[in-house]
């Protein structure tokens, strides 16, 4: 059975998308910690990232890193915290927050965010992407 993530990318469960290219997508999750959370997802179902192929996690990494530096201009914070927890959904996920204490890295402040202001997230942070010369935010 196919991930909820692999519905997000089908198209047969609506995601705001941040990123698209042959190997990744990066959305925004529905139930962020902070404004900005973002998921980086490989469009290969693996369940845990220490199953990737190094290929695909360098790849997962450069976009990450990419979006990280685009999420400091669209939501500046201290730092951009990284995290692979995965226990929620069995399809390897990186999750980048905005953070300015360890607190905002915690689930425990995680919470349904309205539609709306999901769809103006996503909006800021390609439009960031797309200044910064990446054309896989353009969609």
């Known amino acids: 059975m196919a991930s909820v993530f692999t519905m997000i990318m089908e198209g047969k469960i609506p995601g705001n998308f941040v990123w698209k290219d042959d190997k990744s997508v990066a959305i925004l999750t529905i139930q962020p910690i902070r404004q900005g ?15 990737l192929p190094l290929e695909l996690a360098a790849h997962l990494m450069q976009v990450s890193h990419n979006i990280a530096n685009a999420l400091k201009i669209a939501y500046p914070s ?39 202001v999901l769809k103006q997230t996503a909006e800021k942070i390609r439009g960031v992407l797309v200044e910064q010369g990446f054309s896989e935010a353009e969609h």
């Open 37 to 51: 959370h973002v998921l980086v997802i490989p469009r290969e179902e693996v369940d845990q990232w220490s199953d």
């Open 78 to 116: 201290t730092r951009v915290g990284l995290m692979i927890a995965g226990l929620e959904v069995p399809h390897t996920h990186i999750h980048l927050v905005p953070m300015d204490s360890m607190d905002d890295l915690s689930f425990a402040f995680a919470k349904p965010a309205d539609g709306d």
